[in-house]
């Protein structure tokens, strides 16, 4: 399964909309894709499994990239 990982380059820093980014990661649970990202110095805003349809949107955009980890 894919998953969408939102995210804050600044961990300290309160979130702001205007400055989330996005990356994608292939694993079986959430948990697991807390675990491979783990080493990232990032903070986390949401986590989100993508369904077929949402996939296919997402890879229409030019900055899908899925992460190896």
Do not use: C, G
């Amino acid at each position: 399964m894919i998953f969408k990982v939102l995210y804050q380059e600044l961990k300290d820093e309160i979130p702001v909309r205007e400055r989330t980014k996005a990356f994608y990661v292939e694993a079986d649970t959430i948990r697991e894709v807390r675990e491979k990202i783990n080493d990232h110095n990032v903070n986390i805003e949401y986590i989100h499994a993508l369904n077929d349809a949402h996939l296919a949107y997402e890879k229409q955009s030019e900055n899908f990239t899925l992460e190896n980890v």
